[in-house]
């Protein structure tokens, strides 16, 4: 149905591919918005109980294992009471570090510690110099394409940018997806034939970040990206029972890193702005600066696996000290006191509420230590090593983040957000509404509508693909077919492959 890009020889033929790319994908834009949009704290919305439906899904989570649950979440605290010490000791020691060179040989005190901590940085993916060229190519772009809509409006630090040079060189770089196919080989399938690949990186084409010193409007708190009530919600993450062993209280048994339950998860119930309808193994971005601790960078929560559960339980669960009645929250001082954070302050709700905290449909999952005392998230947020330009930081996309709330550095904190995506089917599909927004130039399905960058000076079209990328760069754009003859793949991996190539319209 569709030719690859070798056959694209002239600007005509270049053209009859991009209106056949247009004709697959159906989905409506999203309205317009900016990042601001994604999250209740940054557009100045407050916290509330949810609709009533919420406290009964609760019920319905838990019904028969109400014990077993109670019990668990005591554990649970017990764990967390013994590792957040170690946390705060290690601070950004705590962040597993490999180079790019290292990665066809992995230390295993990387890989374990990664499997544990669900994040990384990945030293030297690209060259230094090309990441700072990468940089002032992006300057001279938003230079010459003035009305580029950012947040915040008057001192622009997020850019809705999604189709510059420099985004899709970054994504399609070699070495960038030779380092996403390492770190997504971390994931497993419990079964073998699971039609999913993650020796085929899918570009999923976010923003870029270029946040100057002094800036404190970019204050984005401690979140968990790829939804929020959609973990709750049956006909969200439910759909693959990816939290089950949580709800029947056995939260040790919680495999973050199993992939095959992530497959039919519906992570976007709600066409919220920013929220993420695909499916991202791990959230990143490429460093494009020289940035340290408290220099506008990012801090991660390196508990995955005891984070995920405590976030998770934590609305099926009032303090019976130190709140008011009927109150979810507590003081700064309460928060941190150890009569209130003790186990038998905290009892399982007899009646579910409909409080899910943090959670608001169509915006992204938000913590805070008011809401989630137990995580002690003033300490056990803890910042990035420094980073270089070039190097890449990857983390689980269960991990609770943020950054900075205020760049007290001296330059800028500039990043391409890059996130790593095994090629699934409905990867795909999210592929063929990305492709179509790519060739008109408007933005990416997941985010803010508009006419995006169709009316910009220097973005790339369909025909400069093959040559700027390569073949494997525009298999990852949906731009060329994957050959599923490749020698080595397992029957799932030919699987996907090949429903990718119908999907994308290469076969009939």
């Keep these: 149905m569709l030719s690859t890009l070798r056959t694209i020889r002239t600007p005509a033929a ?17 309205r317009a918005g900016d990042i601001s949009d994604a999250f209740v704290s940054l557009s100045g919305q407050q916290f509330t109980p949810l609709a009533p439906q919420y406290a009964s899904l609760k019920g319905r989570l838990i019904k028969g294992h109400e014990d077993a649950v109670r019990q668990s979440w005591e554990r649970l605290l017990r764990e967390l009471r013994a590792e957040i010490p170690l946390i705060v000791e290690l601070g950004s020691k705590a962040i597993p570090e ?15 510690a990664l499997k544990k901590r669900g994040v990384a940085v990945v030293r030297g993916v690209v060259p230094e110099e090309e990441a700072l060229n990468w940089k002032e190519d992006l300057r001279q772009y938003i230079k010459a394409n003035p009305q580029t809509a950012a947040f915040p409006a008057d001192n622009p630090q997020v850019f809705e940018l999604y189709w510059s040079r420099t985004q899709m060189l970054a994504r399609g770089h070699p070495n960038l997806l030779k380092a996403s196919r390492f770190l997504m080989s971390f994931w497993h399938s419990a079964n073998p034939d699971t039609p999913i690949s993650t020796q085929h990186p899918v570009s999923y084409c976010d923003r870029l970040r270029m946040r100057l010193p002094g800036d404190a409007r970019f204050a984005l708190g401690p979140h968990v990206d790829g939804g929020s009530v959609e973990r709750w919600d049956e006909k969200g993450y439910g759909l693959g029972h990816v939290y089950d062993s949580v709800w029947k209280g056995e939260w040790e048994n919680f495999d973050p890193w199993e992939a095959s339950c992530r497959l039919p998860v519906v992570s976007d119930m709600h066409q919220g702005v920013g929220a993420c309808s695909a499916f991202r193994m791990y959230q990143g971005w490429m460093s494009l ?5 408290f220099e506008g960078t990012l801090l991660v929560n390196p508990l995955l696996a005891k984070a ?14 130190g709140v008011e009645a009927g109150a979810q929250t507590t003081t700064e001082a309460n928060s941190t006191s150890a009569d209130f954070l003790t186990s038998d302050n ?6 579910p509420t ?14 805070s230590h008011l809401l989630h005392p137990h995580l002690n998230l003033n300490q056990t947020m803890v910042h990035m090593p420094k980073v270089r330009p070039g190097d890449y930081v990857a983390w689980h996309c269960d991990t609770v983040h943020s950054v900075d709330k205020t760049h007290a550095g001296k330059g800028d904190s500039s990043v391409l957000y890059i996130p790593a995506c095994p090629l699934t089917e409905a990867n795909a599909k999210y592929l063929v509404n990305q492709r179509k927004r790519f060739v008109d130039g408007t933005p990416s399905p997941d985010f803010g ?5 169709s009316k910009h000076q220097g973005v790339v079209k369909v025909g400069d693909m093959e ?4 073949d494997e760069g525009c298999q990852a754009m949906g731009l060329k077919e994957f050959n599923s003859a490749e020698p080595g793949r397992t029957t799932g991996e030919r699987a996907v492959m090949d429903r990718a190539n119908k999907i994308l319209g290469f076969y009939d």
Excluded: C, M
Aim: no cysteine; charged share 20%; proline share 6%.
């Design 289 to 293: 600066s020289e940035t340290g601790p």
């Design 467 to 470: 040559r700027l990328v390569g």
């Design 308 to 321: 995920t559960a405590y976030y998770l339980l934590r609305p099926f669960f009032s303090p019976k000290r």
């Design 354 to 367: 409909s409080w899910v905290q943090g959670a608001t449909p169509g915006h992204g999952q938000e913590l």
């Design 346 to 351: 905290w009892t399982l709700d007899e009646t």
């Design 14 to 30: 270049a053209h009859r591919t991009a209106s056949r790319l247009r004709t697959v994908a159906t989905q409506a834009q999203k």
């Design 98 to 112: 490999i180079n790019f060179k290292d990665i066809d040989n992995s230390p295993q005190a990387f890989n374990d």
């Design 449 to 453: 509508g508009g006419i995006g960058e």
